[in-house]
């Protein structure tokens, strides 16, 4: 069964540097989303992506943040200038075009800042 | 930000009986919901759904009720399994957005 994959499934990254988490989408769906958990806190929408562009994004993503779909089958999630609380898990998920239809996630990118 | 909740953190069932977890919600104007199961060092995998206009929808094992006028749903599984120890997390998503607003889960074991 095709699945959403996400690497690295564990990133380190001093506080201030830039990060990058990666997603490989199912190859038919249309949708895109990220999602966080901080840990022992509830899973947490950050933004979804349609047709190249942001189609809804939560409070918690600001100006720090900014996703891309860099070719057909990649789907990025960038971090500026990490703080210790950005430390979480994070999700990617993606769904096929058409009404009700569940979001599919992969398992995770863990980020640790230090 | 308590829009959806479980308010039971745990539940134990002995194998080949009915596991029952419980949702409510806040928001009316959610009409899609939406039950995950999470394994650890693993993504929410998507288990079944319901939308607002049904009260009852049912996969295999799985069947979930939704009680619109009481803003509640939950989760039968039937008969529980010990592979079904797992977290579960309900999630609901409001007409016209596309984000999951999530549960805290309810972490079920299943005793063999």
């Known amino acids: 069964e095709p699945e959403v994959t996400q690497t690295p499934s564990h990133q380190v990254t001093q506080m201030g540097q830039e990060v990058i988490l990666r997603c490989v989408p199912i190859?038919?769906?249309?949708?895109f989303y990220w999602y966080r958990q901080i840990l022992g806190q509830k899973v947490e929408f950050l933004v979804s992506?349609?047709?190249?562009?942001?189609?809804?994004k939560s409070e918690i993503f600001d100006d720090q943040f900014s996703v891309e779909r860099p070719d057909g089958s990649n789907f990025t999630l960038k971090i500026r200038s990490t703080k210790l609380e950005d430390s979480a898990m994070y999700f990617c998920?993606?769904?096929?075009?058409?009404?009700?239809?569940?979001?599919?996630f992969g398992d995770g990118t863990r980020l640790s800042i230090l | 930000d308590q829009q959806v909740k479980q308010n039971s953190p745990s539940l134990s069932v002995q194998e080949g009986r009915i596991s029952i977890l419980n949702c409510d919600y806040t928001?009316?104007?959610?009409?899609?919901f939406l039950w995950y199961k999470k394994y650890p060092a693993e993504g929410p995998t998507f288990l079944i759904s319901?939308?607002?206009?049904?009260d009852k929808n049912e996969d295999g094992r799985f069947t979930v009720f939704l009680n619109k006028s009481a803003k509640h749903l939950s989760l039968h599984i039937v008969p529980s399994q010990p592979g079904d120890s797992a977290v579960y997390f309900c999630?609901?998503?409001?007409?016209?957005?596309?984000?999951?607003?999530f549960g805290k889960g309810t972490k079920l074991s299943v005793i063999p």
């Open positions: 998920a993606s769904t096929r075009e058409g009404n009700n239809q569940p979001q599919h």
């Open positions: 190859s038919n769906h249309l949708y």
């Open positions: 992506f349609y047709n190249n562009e942001i189609s809804e």
């Open positions: 928001n009316s104007m959610f009409d899609y």
């Open positions: 319901i939308s607002s206009i049904k």
């Open positions: 999630a609901a998503r409001r007409a016209g957005s596309y984000q999951l607003t």
